[in-house]
């Protein structure tokens, strides 16, 4: 028997207005989040999310812990 492949699907993309009105709610509750990169493998599949609890974020990005 052979191991499929975890195929992730792609996400819509969210505007800068809800992304930064989903940060502010998921910070201030403290709830886990989950980001998926615009980056592919050779297959043109997505990778796996980045998941965390948002520790802080600017003009620069998004930081976890």
């Known amino acids: 028997m052979t191991k499929r492949k975890k195929i992730n699907v792609k996400k ?10 989903v940060l502010s ?3 201030l509750k403290t709830e886990r989040i989950c980001i998926q990169k615009e980056i592919v493998d050779q ?16 003009e620069r990005g998004i930081f976890l812990r």
């Open 12 to 21: 819509e993309r969210m505007t800068t207005k809800e992304l930064y009105q």
């Open 25 to 27: 709610e998921v910070r």
């Open 43 to 58: 297959d043109n599949n997505y990778m796996d999310d980045v998941t965390g609890y948002i520790s802080g974020y600017d």
